[in-house]
Structure formats: structure tokens, C-alpha cells
């Protein structure tokens, strides 16, 4: 198929991965960068964050005109909170309008500037993806019945074992964004306890919520991306993972790259990942600040068990299909799907 991706996040992990895949999967793909054919002036960032301005307008008509002219079989909106839905319904006459979105739109933070538009427009698209189920149902209740659930997934050319392990040493590491909830209290605990704990994310965010003997070990606190993250978690003995609340989420990416990278994973229990991973074999699991330390204390103590649940989860995600992929794969046959039925 001819498909037209089109940007609306930011990151390798997003619109240039599904390209990459999609190439791979022998597909033509056509990429159209909406943060970069907006612009980067002052006034363009000032119009990005309300999402309303002449140069989103813009921007949306040379969308229009790519499509136009290139006629893909497919246009995919990444996202989609600069498209209203009457730019859905023009490109809707040359295309088949499908969308993806990797973060919550109708949850707690359904009212932001971004989310807004978007969600006006959702019931227009002629199907839309979600990594997460919940939201699969909520898009139901708007009238679009063409939504379905896509996982999230690791990369192979990015997401495996580094071979020198040596480079963040560390007992137990973070990386992710703060939140409210209880990663800070869990993480005060270890370090507390005596391990050697590492987070990496953005400082003004972190610091507030972390011990000052803590803080002053990680300062200066930054996040990691691309072969640095990957680094890290190849360099730890248990690498955390906290499930945001503001996304709702059940799982998330990192619960892929984790295993990918040959970590050990500690993960927040929930039923999605119960159904994704066996408490004990591929991972394990906690549910409160307690069980976090005991469970910490356990691994940290007991190599071999904890090499060998690692190395389980390694293989899971190897021989499950959770590359990307694989995933798009599955994206494709059900666009091919809603296609035919839609015809």
C-alpha cells in the first residue's frame, strides 16, 4: 500500500519507527512532518500550544494538497491534535483516514488545548488505534465504530542488551517523568535502605519529591534518550517501572524495552500486565512501597534468580511478537479490514 504518515508527536520512537517498519513491511511510505511545515518562530510555538493560528491553517491546507496529489491508499494522522474535523472530512474524499495515539485523550487530561480538537474529531476518522483499551471503548461511545487496540512495542535496531554494563552501574534505576503517585516514596525507600538507586528524568520535576541525600547524589538529575537510555537500563540490576496516572495506564513502551535490553524488570502490578507477563518468570511485581523494597532487597540478594527471570523476559518479547513489526503487521491487516468493509 501507498501510506502517508503524518507527524504529530515528537520522537524516534513515533512517526520515523512506524516509517522505518512499514518500509521493511514493503510498503511505499510518504512522511509529512506537521510540526515542521508549521514552523519553529516564536509565534508558530505560540499557535502549536493553543493549536488555532494562520499558520496551523496553513499547514493543514498543504496537507490537503499532498493528498490531493499523491493519493495514498492510506493517510495515518499520528495523533492528529492539529486536524479538525473538517480537515478530516476533506481528506476524507481522496483517502482512507485512519488514526493512532499512544497517549490518553479522553482521560484526566481530556481538556487540554491538544486534546480538544482532536477529540471533536475523532468520530469522523474512518478508523482510529489506541494502546489503550479503555479509550477503544470511549471512541465506541462517540460513533466510531472502526477502533481497535494496538499494543505498544520495543524496536530491535535500538531496543537490545548493550555489551558493556559497566557505564550506569547501579542497583535499581528509573527512568521516566515524575508523578504524584508513589515512585518518588518508593525510590526515597531503596536509597534509603542503602542501594544504589539512579532516576533520570527532568530535574524541576524530581527534585521537590526526592530525599536531599538522594538528590544530592543524582545531581545534576537529567532525562536519557536513544542509545544513553538503552544504556542504562543494560546497566542496572532491576530497572523500575511506574505506570502513569494521567494516561491510565495498564502497561506502557518501557514495559517492552525493559526485557528487550536484557533488564530485569520490577514492574507495578496490574491486570494488563498480568495478562502480558507471568509474575516470576518473564518479571515481577509490586503493588505498594513495602512490597517495592522487599521485592528489591530479594533480587539484589539472589543474582541468579534475577538473571534468570531477565533473561525469560528477554526471550517473551523476542518470541511473542512484541517488535514493532510484528505490531505493524497487525496495523495493517485491520486498516485492510475497515478498507473492504467500508467499500
Same mark, same amino acid.
Given at each position: 500500500?501507498?501510506?502517508?504518515?503524518?507527524?504529530?508527536?515528537?520522537?524516534?520512537?513515533?512517526?520515523?519507527?512506524?516509517?522505518?517498519?512499514? #518500509?521493511?513491511?514493503?510498503?511505499?511510505?510518504?512522511?509529512?512532518?506537521?510540526?515542521?511545515?508549521?514552523?519553529?518562530?516564536?509565534?508558530?510555538?505560540?499557535?502549536?500550544?493553543?493549536?488555532?493560528?494562520?499558520? %496551523?491553517?496553513?499547514?493543514?491546507?498543504?496537507?490537503?494538497?499532498?493528498?490531493?496529489?499523491?493519493?495514498?491508499?492510506?493517510?495515518?494522522?499520528?495523533?492528529?491534535?492539529?486536524?479538525?474535523?473538517? #480537515? %478530516?472530512?476533506?481528506?476524507?474524499?481522496? #483517502?482512507?483516514?485512519?488514526?493512532?495515539?499512544?497517549?490518553?485523550?479522553?482521560?484526566?487530561?481530556?481538556? @487540554?488545548? /491538544?486534546?480538544?480538537?482532536?477529540?471533536?474529531?475523532?468520530?469522523?476518522?474512518?478508523?482510529?488505534?489506541?494502546?489503550?483499551?479503555?479509550?477503544?471503548?470511549?471512541?465506541?461511545?462517540?460513533?466510531?465504530?472502526?477502533?481497535?487496540?494496538? @499494543?505498544?512495542?520495543?524496536?530491535?535496531?535500538?531496543?537490545?542488551?548493550?555489551?558493556?554494563?559497566?557505564?550506569?552501574?547501579?542497583?535499581?534505576?528509573?527512568?521516566?517523568?515524575? $508523578?504524584?503517585?508513589?515512585?518518588?516514596?518508593?525510590?526515597?525507600?531503596?536509597?534509603?535502605?542503602?542501594?544504589?538507586?539512579?532516576?533520570?528524568?527532568?530535574?524541576?520535576?524530581?527534585?521537590?519529591?526526592?530525599?536531599?541525600?538522594?538528590?544530592?547524589?543524582?545531581?545534576?538529575?537529567?532525562?536519557?534518550?536513544?542509545?544513553?537510555? /538503552?544504556?542504562?537500563?543494560?546497566?542496572?540490576?532491576?530497572?523500575?517501572?511506574?505506570?502513569?496516572?494521567?494516561?491510565?495506564?495498564?502497561?506502557? /513502551?518501557?514495559?517492552?524495552?525493559?526485557?528487550?535490553?536484557?533488564?530485569?524488570?520490577?514492574?507495578?502490578?496490574?491486570?494488563?500486565?498480568?495478562?502480558?507477563?507471568?509474575?516470576?518468570?518473564?518479571?515481577?511485581?509490586?503493588?505498594?512501597?513495602?512490597?517495592?523494597?522487599?521485592?528489591?532487597?530479594?533480587?539484589?540478594?539472589?543474582?541468579?534468580?534475577?538473571?534468570?527471570?531477565?533473561?525469560?523476559?528477554?526471550?517473551?518479547?523476542?518470541?511473542?511478537?512484541?517488535?514493532?513489526?510484528?505490531?505493524? /503487521?497487525?496495523?495493517?491487516?485491520?486498516? $485492510?479490514?475497515?478498507?473492504?468493509?467500508?467499500?
Amino acid at each position: 500500500m501507498k501510506i502517508l504518515v503524518v507527524r504529530g508527536a515528537f520522537g524516534d520512537s513515533y512517526e520515523p519507527a512506524w516509517c522505518r517498519a512499514l #518500509t521493511e513491511n514493503g510498503h511505499s511510505v510518504i512522511f509529512f512532518d506537521s510540526h515542521e511545515v508549521i514552523g519553529i518562530s516564536l509565534i508558530c510555538r505560540i499557535q502549536k500550544r493553543i493549536n488555532f493560528g494562520v499558520d %496551523i491553517n496553513r499547514m493543514r491546507v498543504r496537507l490537503l494538497d499532498l493528498i490531493k496529489s499523491r493519493r495514498p491508499n492510506v493517510t495515518l494522522f499520528y495523533q492528529g491534535h492539529y486536524f479538525d474535523a473538517e #480537515t %478530516i472530512d476533506a481528506a476524507k474524499e481522496y #483517502t482512507f483516514v485512519v488514526g493512532y495515539h499512544n497517549d490518553d485523550p479522553f482521560g484526566p487530561r481530556k481538556n @487540554l488545548l /491538544r486534546y480538544r480538537v482532536l477529540n471533536r474529531a475523532i468520530s469522523h476518522y474512518d478508523g482510529y488505534h489506541f494502546y489503550r483499551i479503555q479509550n477503544v471503548l470511549e471512541a465506541k461511545a462517540l460513533g466510531l465504530s472502526n477502533s481497535e487496540l494496538l @499494543l505498544p512495542y520495543y524496536i530491535p535496531s535500538i531496543d537490545f542488551q548493550r555489551g558493556d554494563r559497566s557505564v550506569f552501574s547501579c542497583d535499581i534505576c528509573y527512568v521516566g517523568h515524575f $508523578e504524584g503517585d508513589i515512585r518518588s516514596r518508593c525510590l526515597n525507600a531503596v536509597h534509603a535502605a542503602g542501594y544504589d538507586v539512579v532516576i533520570r528524568g527532568e530535574h524541576k520535576y524530581w527534585a521537590k519529591h526526592l530525599s536531599q541525600s538522594l538528590l544530592r547524589k543524582l545531581t545534576p538529575l537529567a532525562p536519557v534518550y536513544g542509545g544513553e537510555y /538503552r544504556e542504562v537500563l543494560s546497566s542496572t540490576k532491576i530497572a523500575a517501572s511506574f505506570f502513569s496516572k494521567w494516561n491510565r495506564d495498564g502497561y506502557t /513502551r518501557r514495559s517492552f524495552e525493559i526485557p528487550a535490553c536484557g533488564a530485569f524488570m520490577l514492574s507495578e502490578r496490574t491486570p494488563e500486565m498480568s495478562d502480558l507477563f507471568k509474575e516470576g518468570v518473564h518479571c515481577d511485581y509490586f503493588s505498594n512501597v513495602d512490597e517495592f523494597l522487599d521485592k528489591c532487597r530479594f533480587y539484589i540478594a539472589n543474582e541468579r534468580i534475577r538473571e534468570k527471570i531477565a533473561a525469560q523476559g528477554h526471550s517473551h518479547v523476542i518470541s511473542n511478537g512484541h517488535d514493532i513489526n510484528s505490531r505493524l /503487521r497487525q496495523w495493517v491487516s485491520q486498516v $485492510e479490514v475497515w478498507m473492504e468493509s467500508s467499500s
